[in-house]
């Protein structure tokens, strides 16, 4: 750990002395890139009490800022955006011109919040949790999303960005996205967006679990998410077929929820082209997703395409269409926002607790049987090693009685152990069942077939039927 320290240090004082000598030298010192590394350095450099650095590092900001404001003072003369352009940096000047909204930053335990307006305590919210697999598009949505809320038309030839793309983002936080001061401009409401981590990604399956750990810290901190009115399942239109990791991350995904929210949960599928997406819904079909279903009895969707930040060709019409694609499927969306019903996620809570409980019961059930094991042989070896002395070394025979006495008390207490993880355990399958959305999902299975040979091997035959 001190290591680390000191290497973390000497990165801090080296990106300074970079981004100093960079002011000093560039012809363009104030690149979106260098604006964004400021940001994260001023953090960091606060977290340090490096308050001449951080004095240091917050009039460049402020100088670049000024930059930017002046260089953008004649387009904005037409712009219906001008307040949100001129506290955004710029990062390609398209048509449509692409900028990075510069929204409020608040990281609380591994809760990262991003806040763009204030909230009025008397204007209506409605959230929104996105989940699917990395790269399926959540973040392009987000920033779709926050578009749409802000009023941005074809012809502003704007694009604003809140949400970092997936590619670039490695973070294990559960990202919270406050929209607020646009209510009754597009939407009758604010927006919150609950954004997970991408499930699937080359991390494995304990990154997974690490989501359903923070998800349950968002849902029951004091000033975290309590309810939902929608949860989108965000899945390419480019999916053909069930493949099995696409069935690992439904499987995950799902098992995350309790029942309550099924007719809460939608399929928002990125990157379409307009046309019927057969194949994702077929996709979904067959995963058995348990989800608020059409007049056709399909699972209810929405269609966006993932091309809006996108540079434009003169007199493309490709982009146009793709555009209203999207802007007709976000009126059907927040309609449905609009319309739904918040639901209380104390059931996802509970069910998101018990699968880290069960979790933890079978890793301490399976030590206590693997030690139990190990305790048992020792037992056997030393009353093998008690019958070789032919009793004929009193002193060495009371040592290996005293050993073996010690011995079979440790067991008496294995046995108790086992005994209890085991109903514990059983206790939190059972409830699962109850309560789950998804109760046999892939690792619950493993866990089954695990406690039912050891409920056989207990002689609870009814726990074993039930199981």
Known sequence: ???????????????????????????????????????????????????????????????????????????????????????????????????????????????????VGEKR??????????????????????????????????????????????????????????????????????????????????????????????????????????????????????????????????????????????????????????????NPLQALEAANIKCAKNEDSQPVHFLFNNCQHEERMEENTIFRNSWELTQTNMDHLTDLLGKSNPQKLMKTAEVLNERIRLKACIQNLEDRFELADLKQTEIRQIREALKQTNHRNKIEIEKILSLLENLEKEMKVLTAEKEKWLSDSYQHVVRLEEIALKADSASTVAHLDFLIEKMKEEGDMDKVQKL
């Open 1 to 115: 750990m001190k290591l680390l320290t000191a290497e973390k240090s000497q990165f801090l004082d080296e990106s300074y002395q970079h981004v100093v000598r960079l002011e000093q030298i560039a012809l363009k010192a104030d690149s979106a890139s260098t604006i964004v590394h400021l940001d994260f350095l001023i953090e960091k450099m606060k977290e340090r009490g490096d308050t001449e650095k951080v004095q240091k590092l917050e009039e460049m900001r402020r100088r670049e800022d000024e930059g930017i404001r002046g260089a953008l003072r004649i387009s904005l003369i037409s712009s219906p955006h001008e307040d949100i352009i001129s506290d955004s940096f710029l990062i390609r000047s398209g048509p449509p011109a692409v900028y990075q909204l510069r929204a409020k930053k608040q990281k609380t335990g591994t809760l990262t919040r991003m806040t």
């Open 121 to 278: 305590p008397n204007k209506t919210n409605r959230t929104i949790l996105l989940v699917g697999e990395t790269g399926a598009g959540k973040s392009t949505l987000i920033n779709a999303l926050l578009n749409y809320t802000m009023g941005v038309k074809w012809e502003d030839e704007v694009w604003f960005m809140i949400a970092e793309e997936e590619r670039r983002s490695q973070t294990s936080d559960v990202m919270v996205y406050e929209i607020f001061g646009f209510e009754d401009e597009t939407l009758p409401y604010s927006l919150t967006i609950i954004n997970t981590p991408g499930y699937g990604d080359t991390r494995g399956i304990e990154h997974d679990d690490i989501i359903s750990h923070r998800l349950l810290d968002l849902f029951q901190s004091e000033d975290g998410v309590h309810e939902v009115h929608a949860v989108g399942l965000v899945m390419k239109a480019s999916v053909n077929r069930l493949s099995e990791p696409l069935r690992y991350v439904f499987d995950s995904v799902m098992s995350l929820f309790g029942k309550d929210v099924e007719k809460n949960i939608i399929a928002l599928i990125t990157h379409s082209d307009g046309s019927r997406p057969k």
